[in-house]
C-alpha cells in the first residue's frame, strides 16, 4: 500500500456535513478489501470483504463547513480532523490487503497457508479459505503493528518458503499444486480429467455461437487494453468495458443476423437438424412475428449459456495445462521443491510439539 492522500477524507467530511445541513442520514467510510488471484486476468478467483465502517460524528464537523456546503461553496475542514480519519484507515486498511513487501512474500504467505492446512489435514478448498489462511501466516511472521511500508521479513521459514514459491511461480504453479501430503507435486485427478474432457467437448460443441458472440467484444478487449499505458489493472478495466458494453449493443445485432441466417437457409437447417423451422416464414403475419420474436429473444440465452461453456472449458483447459506442467517437472526441480518443503513441513512438526508439550 501507498500513503493516503486527504481528497478523499476532506470529500467525506463535506458529505458529512451537506447530510447535517440537510437533516440526512450521516455518511461514513467503509474499507473493503479486495483480494484477487491475479489482478490482471479478467477471469480469476476473487474475494471481496467489509471491515467496521469508520463512523463520523457530528461533532466532528464545524460548523463553517456545514454552512458553506448548504450555500453552495467550500471551506477546508480542520486539518486535526482529516489526519485523524486518513491514519485511522491507514491503520485499518493494510489488514485487508496483502500488506506484504514484494509479491514473492504475499506467494510464500499463501504457500505456507497451503502447506499448514495440508499438515493439519484441513487442506484449504477455496480462495477465501486461502486469502484468511495467508494472512494467519503473516500475523506469525510479522505480529501487528507493523512497519509501513513492510519490510522483508528475514527468518529461516520466510525464505524456504520465498524460494519454494518463486519456484513454482516460474512454471505457473502455486501452493494449489502441491500434494496434500506436502510431498512433491499432486497428480491429475481422473474424475477432473473426465469432468474437463467433458467441459471441453461441451465449449468444442457450442464454439459457432459464443465464437460469433464474444469474438468482436474478445478481439476490442485485448486492442483496448493493450493500448493502454495506465497498468495491468487498466488493461483489465478496458476489457471489462469490451464486454459489458459489447453484450448490450453487439449481441443485438449479432441475434438479428442469426435469425435473418434461420430464415434465409431454413430448408438446409431443417435437412440437418431435422428440426422444422416453418413457422418462420409460413401462417398468418402474427404468427411469423411472435415467431421471429421468440428466436430473437431464445438468441439471447443461447449468446449467455454458450459464454458459460467457454469459462468451463477454459477453466478445463488451464487445469489440463497445469498438470502437463506438474508432469513435465525434472527431478533435479522436485528434489530442490522438496528440499524446501520438508524443511517448512519439519518446523510445523516442531511447533506443534511445542504446543502439544506447553498444554500438557
Given at each position: 500500500?501507498?500513503?493516503?492522500?486527504?481528497?478523499?477524507?476532506?470529500?467525506?467530511l463535506?458529505?458529512?456535513?451537506?447530510?447535517?445541513a440537510?437533516?440526512?442520514?450521516?455518511?461514513?467510510?467503509?474499507?473493503?478489501?479486495?483480494?484477487?488471484?491475479?489482478?490482471?486476468?479478467?477471469?480469476?478467483?476473487?474475494y471481496?470483504?467489509?471491515?467496521?465502517?469508520?463512523?463520523?460524528?457530528?461533532?466532528?464537523i464545524?460548523?463553517?463547513?456545514?454552512?458553506?456546503?448548504?450555500?453552495?461553496?467550500?471551506v477546508?475542514?480542520?486539518?486535526?480532523v482529516v489526519?485523524?480519519?486518513?491514519?485511522?484507515?491507514?491503520?485499518?486498511?493494510?489488514?485487508?490487503?496483502?500488506?506484504?513487501?514484494?509479491?514473492?512474500?504475499?506467494?510464500?504467505?499463501?504457500?505456507?497457508?497451503?502447506?499448514?492446512?495440508?499438515?493439519?489435514?484441513?487442506?484449504?478448498?477455496?480462495?477465501?479459505d486461502?486469502?484468511?489462511?495467508?494472512?494467519?501466516?503473516?500475523?506469525?511472521?510479522?505480529?501487528?503493528?507493523?512497519?509501513?511500508p513492510?519490510?522483508?521479513?528475514?527468518?529461516?521459514?520466510?525464505?524456504?518458503?520465498?524460494?519454494?514459491?518463486?519456484?513454482?511461480?516460474?512454471?505457473g504453479?502455486?501452493?494449489?499444486?502441491?500434494?496434500?501430503?506436502?510431498?512433491?507435486?499432486?497428480?491429475?485427478?481422473?474424475?477432473?480429467?473426465?469432468?474437463?474432457t467433458?467441459?471441453?467437448?461441451?465449449?468444442?460443441?457450442?464454439?459457432?455461437?459464443?465464437?460469433?458472440?464474444?469474438?468482436?467484444?474478445?478481439?476490442?478487449?485485448?486492442?483496448?487494453?493493450?493500448?493502454?499505458?495506465?497498468?495491468?489493472?487498466?488493461?483489465?478495466s478496458?476489457?471489462?468495458?469490451?464486454a459489458?458494453?459489447?453484450?448490450?449493443?453487439?449481441?443485438?445485432?449479432?441475434?438479428?443476423?442469426?435469425?435473418?441466417?434461420?430464415?434465409?437457409?431454413?430448408?438446409?437447417?431443417?435437412?440437418?437438424?431435422?428440426?422444422?423451422?416453418?413457422?418462420?416464414?409460413?401462417?398468418?403475419?402474427?404468427?411469423i412475428?411472435?415467431?421471429?420474436?421468440?428466436?430473437?429473444?431464445?438468441?439471447?440465452?443461447l449468446?449467455?449459456?454458450?459464454?458459460?461453456?467457454?469459462?468451463?472449458?477454459?477453466?478445463?483447459?488451464?487445469?489440463?495445462?497445469?498438470?502437463?506442467?506438474?508432469?513435465?517437472?525434472?527431478?533435479?526441480?522436485?528434489?530442490?521443491?522438496?528440499?524446501?518443503?520438508?524443511?517448512?513441513?519439519?518446523?510445523?512438526?516442531?511447533?506443534?510439539?511445542?504446543?502439544?508439550?506447553?498444554?500438557?
Open positions: 500500500m501507498i500513503r493516503f492522500r486527504t481528497g478523499p477524507i476532506r470529500t467525506v463535506a458529505a458529512a456535513a451537506l447530510a447535517i440537510d437533516n440526512m442520514p450521516m455518511p461514513y467510510i467503509q474499507p473493503v478489501g479486495l483480494h484477487f488471484r491475479r489482478r490482471e486476468y479478467f477471469r480469476t478467483d476473487q471481496i470483504e467489509f471491515a467496521e465502517p469508520l463512523m463520523i460524528q457530528p461533532s466532528q464545524p460548523q463553517t463547513l456545514i454552512e458553506a456546503v448548504k450555500e453552495g461553496n467550500w477546508e475542514p480542520p486539518e486535526e489526519f485523524q480519519f486518513r491514519d485511522q484507515l491507514q491503520s485499518v486498511l493494510p489488514q485487508y490487503t496483502p500488506d506484504a513487501p514484494t509479491w514473492d512474500d504475499q506467494a510464500a504467505y499463501h504457500l505456507l497457508g497451503h502447506l499448514r492446512a495440508n499438515h493439519d489435514q484441513q487442506p484449504l478448498n477455496s480462495w477465501k486461502e486469502v484468511l489462511a495467508a494472512r494467519r501466516e503473516r500475523e506469525q511472521l510479522a505480529p501487528s503493528p507493523r512497519e509501513f513492510p519490510q522483508p521479513i528475514d527468518v529461516e521459514r520466510m525464505a524456504h518458503a520465498r524460494q519454494a514459491a518463486i519456484l513454482l511461480n516460474q512454471f504453479l502455486d501452493g494449489r499444486d502441491i500434494h496434500v501430503s506436502n510431498q512433491g507435486l499432486r497428480k491429475f485427478s481422473p474424475i477432473k480429467l473426465v469432468q474437463g467433458l467441459a471441453l467437448m461441451l465449449m468444442l460443441l457450442t464454439s459457432p455461437v459464443w465464437v460469433t458472440a464474444f469474438g468482436i467484444q474478445l478481439i476490442a478487449g485485448r486492442l483496448l487494453g493493450d493500448l493502454t499505458d495506465e497498468g495491468l489493472d487498466a488493461r483489465t478496458y476489457q471489462f468495458l469490451a459489458f458494453f459489447g453484450s448490450l449493443f453487439i449481441w443485438p445485432l449479432i441475434a438479428t443476423g442469426w435469425l435473418v441466417a434461420a430464415i434465409c437457409f431454413e430448408n438446409d437447417i431443417s435437412t440437418w437438424s431435422n428440426v422444422e423451422l416453418n413457422a418462420l416464414h409460413e401462417g398468418p403475419l402474427q404468427q412475428l411472435s415467431a421471429w420474436l421468440i428466436g430473437y429473444v431464445i438468441l439471447f440465452f449468446f449467455f449459456l454458450s459464454g458459460h461453456s467457454f469459462a468451463r472449458g477454459w477453466d478445463a483447459w488451464v487445469d489440463c495445462r497445469k498438470a502437463l506442467t506438474r508432469l513435465s517437472f525434472n527431478q533435479s526441480t522436485r528434489d530442490q521443491l522438496q528440499l524446501h518443503l520438508d524443511e517448512l513441513t519439519s518446523q510445523f512438526d516442531e511447533s506443534t510439539a511445542k504446543g502439544s508439550v506447553q498444554t500438557g
